[in-house]
């Protein structure tokens, strides 16, 4: 099983910025479907970004239409670390975001479908 430590989080502005960066140890990271997800104050956790390892071709990402333009989901596979790169941020971005892992290759927005997760780290965007 791989283990996931996020950081980067914090508290900005309206229309700032913030990376976040997933750090996994125990299996290497470049064949894993990852994604962000987030879960807001008496919400549900929802997913934000996904990237899936296509054969003979490269990384494809994915988002959630409320993101889109404005997220970046992105690897490094030799520092085997997962980042989401965020801007233009919205206090409606609030929440606690999570890294998560598959070891199947798989494109899926459903956090049923990952079964590594890190412990989360806040992001509080103010108004």
């Known amino acids: 099983q791989v283990q996931l430590v996020e950081s980067g989080g914090g508290l900005v502005q309206t229309g700032g910025s913030l990376r976040l960066s997933c750090e996994a140890s125990?299996?290497?990271?470049?064949?894993?479907?990852m994604g962000w997800f987030r879960q807001a104050p008496g919400k549900e956790r929802e997913f934000v970004a996904g990237?899936?390892?296509?054969?003979?071709?490269?990384?494809?990402?994915y988002y959630t239409d409320s993101v889109k333009g404005r997220f970046t989901i992105s690897r490094d596979n030799a520092k085997n670390t997962l980042y989401l790169q965020m801007n233009s941020l919205k206090p409606e971005d609030t929440a606690v975001y999570y890294c998560?892992?598959?070891?199947?290759?798989?494109?899926?927005?459903?956090?049923?479908?990952?079964?590594?997760w890190g412990q989360g780290i806040q992001v509080t965007v103010s108004s």
């Open positions: 125990g299996r290497t990271l470049s064949s894993y479907a």
């Open positions: 990237i899936q390892l296509i054969g003979g071709i490269g990384d494809r990402t």
């Open positions: 998560a892992a598959s070891a199947r290759s798989l494109y899926s927005r459903s956090s049923s479908d990952f079964g590594s």
